[in-house]
């Protein structure tokens, strides 16, 4: 890498280059955090930087966790960082791929391989992903930490988040809530507001016509409403009715920010706005709550909407 192309804004001891962040000589504990903190205000900060920097900081002064805590960075991110940092030294880093590609496939051992064909046939992350599974290869283990569970009111805890790359949740229905209206305008614009231009969300609810209005009525910012997507499931109905038709599907409102990539969504049934998958259900012992949603179509959107390493968020 030319030197023409390295900052050193994060102290002398620090070098910023597109795919690396080089350390030179022997950093203080001091000159670490220092950098740190420097790092955790760039918005835009390489996957990289926290990655060589976490790494380098770790080998000399121990964990990382009370830094991260300290400036309200996740562990679990930068912890993803790392792996990928060390899966590939510094002279491997293809600079036209985007530490995304490379984070696709660390885990494989001929990583380098599908790099060179992404970086050869010009793939997305999405593409690259998708031809590896299918190339039988089954999905590469990726480290995972336990997700974060906080008992908090949604209100106090949404502003405190960073950003993410999907917001997947489930709000109480109008079933549970006196003014619905006054709930979902108190609860899903700053919430929208916490997902990246690049991300996606997902939002459960009831499919009660003042509850779908309450929600169509909010601004959503920068985030497109794309659909109103339909779960419907045959092995169990809402309550019933002598007036009115009996419900067997829940709304989800799919938004999508403004440089949203294409969905990673190869699987033909699974394209549709219909999504059919049955509902958790108490006699095989997997139901825990009335309004439970099966862990297929979580899992399903998750895959549709984001990398190992993203962010998910779900403020209930």
């Known amino acids: 890498m030319n030197n023409k192309n390295s900052l050193q804004i994060l102290g002398k001891n620090f070098s910023l280059q597109p795919n690396a962040l080089i350390v030179k000589g022997k950093p203080t504990e001091a000159a670490y955090e220092e950098a740190f903190k420097l790092l955790s205000r760039i918005e835009t900060a390489q996957g990289w930087w926290w990655g060589d920097l976490a790494n380098a900081r770790e080998?000399?002064?121990?964990?990382?966790?009370?830094?991260?805590?300290?400036?309200?960075?996740?562990?679990?991110?930068?912890?993803?960082?790392?792996?990928?940092?060390?899966?590939?030294?510094?002279?491997?880093?293809?600079?036209?791929?985007?530490?995304?590609?490379?984070?696709?496939?660390?885990?494989?051992?001929?990583?380098?391989?599908?790099?060179?064909?992404?970086?050869?046939?010009?793939?997305?992350?999405?593409?690259?992903?998708?031809?590896?599974?299918?190339?039988?290869?089954?999905?590469?283990?990726?480290?995972?930490?336990?997700?974060?569970?906080v008992k908090a009111d949604c209100l106090a805890w949404i502003p405190k988040q960073d950003i993410c790359d999907l917001l997947l949740t489930d709000p109480p229905y109008s079933t549970e809530i006196s003014d619905i209206e006054a709930f979902a305008a108190s609860w899903l614009p700053p919430a929208l507001k916490k997902v990246k231009p690049t991300g996606r969300a997902y939002v459960f609810i009831g499919a009660y016509p003042i509850e779908i209005e309450a929600y169509l009525k909010i601004n959503t910012n920068t985030m497109t409403l794309a659909n109103v997507l339909v779960w419907a499931y045959q092995n169990t109905l809402g309550p019933s009715s002598d007036l009115d038709y009996n419900l067997n599907?829940?709304?989800?409102?799919?938004?999508?920010?403004?440089?949203?990539?294409?969905?990673?969504?190869?699987?033909?049934?699974?394209?549709?706005?219909?999504q059919n998958v049955n509902a958790p259900d108490g006699r095989s012992g997997v139901r825990y709550s009335a309004w439970q949603k099966p862990d297929d179509l979580a899992e399903r959107f998750i895959r549709h909407s984001t990398k190992p390493g993203d962010l998910v968020l779900d403020p209930f």
């Open 59 to 149: 080998k000399s002064y121990g964990s990382l966790k009370v830094l991260a805590e300290k400036y309200g960075k996740r562990m679990g991110s930068i912890a993803e960082c790392q792996r990928v940092s060390k899966a590939y030294e510094v002279s491997m880093r293809i600079e036209s791929l985007s530490f995304n590609h490379h984070q696709i496939a660390a885990a494989l051992p001929d990583r380098m391989t599908w790099l060179r064909r992404a970086e050869k046939e010009g793939w997305t992350t999405a593409e690259l992903a998708k031809q590896i599974r299918l190339a039988g290869i089954l999905p590469p283990h990726f480290e995972s930490f336990e997700p974060e569970i």
């Open 249 to 274: 599907w829940q709304a989800v409102l799919y938004y999508r920010g403004p440089e949203a990539p294409k969905l990673d969504c190869p699987i033909l049934i699974e394209q549709f706005s219909v």
